[in-house]
């Protein structure tokens, strides 16, 4: 994407997400700030727990009933999001502005209906279409997502299809109401390889069509090796490194980013063990003093242990939170194992 073509469509600034569990806080996300910009493909990268889907589920008002936005605003089409407090306010964003495509098609999807049906519900709540008129948009969809036999397949129940048929459907559900933002939330986790492959070129294929902007959600940045325009790395709540794909595959400046592409199982050495990260990730109850990351990285600075990191540009389009780009640092180097990822992406992505 060209700078100039740069227009922000979402933008998240200072965000506070707290959950009430069990009479104790939890901090889920932790003063995140981020900007998405008009057309483009975002992947959010980070294990579990690292506020992913908490921080996305902001952004179309499905944050479970005991979590909360503590503080912060996020900014869409001159509305703050983060001051919504009905249903009807949401539904004016949810499905018909910004969309989004779940892990588990079973959950998604009623087994009691037709995919025909469940389809056109959305065109009906949505676009307003009733009838024939939602029927035939109905066929079109199916045949956008590679659905053949549209007339015959949308008469037929979530049971009659296959796993990866079903995340189809769920992708043609969320693109019938040609939403401006197209959230996909670890959208190939229960695929095999090749299907997998599949849908992110169908997902890819839907946002050329209808000009979506994209926002991956993933804890494998393999797989988004070749989707995303720009990737941003979650840890404990908070965005720790945010740039280009070419930029945080081939010159990665946080410890945490590191580990995560020395887990690739693509570099992994035959007869030898795959990397993994070394300790938990912290405990989200308690207040984080200093780098969150600091207790399971082995290049931690002391004052990595005393204050929280502020972002330090490497280029216009990629910053980090690290202290190790602090000019008094000391030169640490990443693992040599990354030296190894191809400049082919595809290399990256075996599908």
């Known amino acids: ?46 294990e579990s727990g690292s506020g992913k889907t908490v921080l996305t589920k902001t952004f179309t008002g499905l944050l479970d009933q005991n979590g909360w936005v503590d503080s912060g605003s996020i900014w869409f089409e001159g509305q703050d999001l983060a001051r919504f407090k009905t249903e009807k306010e949401w539904l004016k964003i949810r499905g018909r502005k910004i969309a989004m495509v779940l892990q588990d098609p079973m959950t998604s999807l009623n087994p009691l209906k037709t995919i025909g049906r469940q389809i056109a519900e959305a065109l009906e709540l949505h676009q307003g279409m009733k009838g024939d008129a939602a029927k035939k948009r109905t066929q079109e969809i199916l045949l956008d997502v590679g659905i053949q036999e549209p007339q015959r397949r949308m008469k037929q129940y979530p049971h009659q299809f296959s796993g990866g048929m079903r995340q189809r459907v769920v992708i043609a559900i969320a693109a019938a109401c040609q939403p401006e933002i197209l959230i996909c939330d670890e959208p190939t986790t229960a695929l095999d390889v090749t299907i997998q492959a599949q849908i992110l070129d ?52 946080h410890p ?96």
């Open 256 to 351: 945490y980013t590191w580990a995560l592409l020395s887990s690739l199982p693509q570099l992994g050495i035959k007869g030898e063990d795959l990397f993994s990260i070394r300790g938990t990730p912290p405990n989200l109850f308690q207040t984080i003093t200093g780098d969150a990351f600091a207790p399971r990285n082995p290049q931690a600075l002391n004052i990595d242990f005393k204050e929280r990191p502020p972002y330090f540009d490497v280029s216009p389009t990629h910053k980090v939170r690290s202290w190790l780009m602090d000019q008094r640092a000391p030169e640490v180097k990443p693992p040599a194992v990354l030296s190894r990822i191809s400049r082919e992406g595809g290399s990256l992505y075996e599908g």
């Open 202 to 253: 169908l997902i890819r294929e839907l946002i050329r069509k209808y000009k979506l902007t994209c926002i991956y959600i993933t804890h494998d940045l393999g797989v988004v090796a070749n989707v995303a325009d720009r990737i941003a790395v979650m840890y404990a709540g908070d965005i720790v490194e945010i740039g280009t794909s070419e930029e945080i595959f081939f010159s990665p400046r």
């Open 1 to 46: 994407m060209t700078e100039h073509s740069r227009e922000t469509i979402l933008k998240v600034e200072d965000l506070n997400v707290k959950f009430s569990l069990r009479g104790r806080v939890l901090h889920a996300i932790r003063g995140v700030g981020l900007d998405i910009y008009k057309g483009e493909s975002l992947a959010i990268v980070g």
